[in-house]
């Protein structure tokens, strides 16, 4: 006999339910991807909206604004496009046919699961495209 497996995680896992509620925010402004060495990552940490400790380094994403002085016109700027939907740590899944959706589209994703939130990161020149491939995935 099996059983289901149960989540001790708060957010849904029923793929179809998260799906239908993915619920796309973009926003407004870009982000950029640094990685900074271990030792210069301390200074650089109150600015990140998201770090993480690799071997080799940190890397952090970060607001970028085009108005400021540190325009990047050789490096990617991303769009940040928040999944509305409060998905379980443990569901499975959602991720996948987030990133098959802008696959299809020929848009490359940098997904990153919060506690209650997926988010994806996507070039920020294909932002729109993005949203409507996610739009098409939730009808």
């Known amino acids: 006999m099996t059983t289901a497996a149960t989540s001790t995680h708060p957010g849904g896992t029923d793929l179809r339910a998260l799906l239908a509620g ?62 509305g939907v409060e998905s379980s740590l443990d569901a499975v899944g959602m991720m996948a046919a987030v990133s098959a959706a802008l696959a299809a589209r020929g848009i490359s994703c940098n997904p990153v699961s919060a506690f209650l939130h997926d988010h994806v990161f996507v070039p920020w020149n294909r932002r729109e495209d993005a949203l409507a491939a996610l739009a098409n995935l939730s009808s």
Not at 26 to 34: E, N
Not at 39 to 60: H, K, N, S, W, Y
Request: proline share 6%; aromatic share 6%; net charge negative.
């Open 22 to 83: 993915l619920n796309p925010r973009l926003h407004p402004a870009p982000r950029r991807f640094l990685f900074v060495a271990h030792d210069q990552a301390a200074a650089r940490i109150p600015e990140a909206l998201m770090m993480f400790r690799e071997d080799e380094g940190v890397t952090l994403i970060v607001d970028h604004d085009l108005e400021g002085r540190e325009v990047v016109a050789d490096r990617l700027l991303w769009a940040q496009i928040t999944l």
